[in-house]
């Protein structure tokens, strides 16, 4: 999370401010507010404890402390803190939902393109209530 | 090392200090595009796009790459950078020199430094009729000299 990465600044939107609308660009994201809206950035994005998003979300990586309600696509990794939620489905190439998270909904793999299929990293999702495992 | 280091961006020492010192302030870099409206109560300096409304309690700091296109309410409001649209402040308005404004000011107080540049209209509301038409007359002609003047 702290190491360097296409975007060169870290947004922060505070705790009692509140987004309506459409966030895009190439730039990090620290959220502890709220945002409606739709979120598309080429950076990270980092939903902190206080944080409520409730938007679809495309960002390189997403890390939820807070609250996400909506589809989110994470072109790189994923990942669902215990204090976490997510609400929606997930498309990312590699996922990481710690104990404790909650997380509802359908998630999809990126396959890496051009990487040795032998080494399967496919990470396996146990979610205890979603019996929906498709593997054709 | 001091002959081979090479340069690195800026913004080394501005991450943590947005993550860490300056919790209550909303910070929107330059590279962010923001469509629709932002509220809330709390400090905001922006250094990117915004489309749209601002509605906060608070300042609202317009640095100077930011674009806005719409209305900014806001406490105190100072602006270095381009704002098409109003600004209304409860408390007051600060124009600093590479102030680019076309629109309308609304604010019971007002600074603006000599090379800003600010196209449109101001009311001073919150002072007494009296008391703001002299405000008014000083200031006019005062932006006539200090800005381009672009109107006719």
């Known amino acids: 999370m702290v190491k360097d990465n296409t975007a060169d600044s870290t ?19 620290h959220v502890e507010g709220y945002i409606k809206g739709s979120i598309k950035l080429s950076g990270d994005i980092f939903v ?14 997403i890390v ?21 939620k997510l609400i929606g489905d997930c498309t990312a190439a590699s996922i990481d939902i ?30 205890p209530q979603s019996p929906k495992q498709h593997q054709p | 090392m001091p002959l081979f280091g090479k340069k690195k961006p800026e913004n080394k020492s501005a991450r943590p200090q947005a993550a860490v010192s300056q919790k209550e302030t909303t910070y929107f870099g330059k590279n962010l ?30 640095a100077e790459p930011a674009k806005i296109k719409g209305e900014v309410k806001a406490d105190v409001i100072s602006v270095n950078g381009n ?8 408390e007051r308005v600060h124009l600093d020199q590479t102030a680019r404004i076309e629109g309308q000011i609304n604010t019971p107080s007002l600074s603006i430094t000599e090379g800003a540049s600010f196209d449109g209209e101001i009311t001073m509301r919150g002072r007494s009729p009296q008391a703001s038409r002299p405000a ?16 006719k």
């Open chain 1, 98 to 127: 710690k104990e404790g998270a909650v997380f509802d909904g359908r998630s999809n793999m990126i396959k890496p393109a051009g990487l040795s299929a032998g080494s399967s990293t496919a990470t396996k999702v146990s979610a």
């Open chain 1, 64 to 84: 939820i402390q807070g609250e996400v309600a909506g589809n989110v696509v994470a072109h790189k990794q994923l990942e669902i803190h215990p204090s976490g």
């Open chain 2, 33 to 62: 595009k923001i469509k629709g409206r932002v509220s809330g109560n709390g400090n905001i300096i922006i250094l990117g796009a915004l489309d749209g409304e601002f509605n906060l309690k608070g300042r609202v700091k317009i």
């Open chain 1, 48 to 61: 902190g404890s206080t944080g409520i998003v409730e938007a679809d979300i495309e960002a390189k990586s």
């Open chain 2, 136 to 151: 008014d007359a000083d200031a006019a002609p005062a932006f006539q000299n200090t800005a381009k003047s672009t109107s």
């Open chain 1, 11 to 29: 947004s922060l939107l505070s705790k009692n401010v509140k987004i309506d609308g459409e966030v895009q660009g190439p730039e990090n994201l």
């Open chain 2, 83 to 90: 704002v098409r649209g109003s600004l209304v402040a409860r």
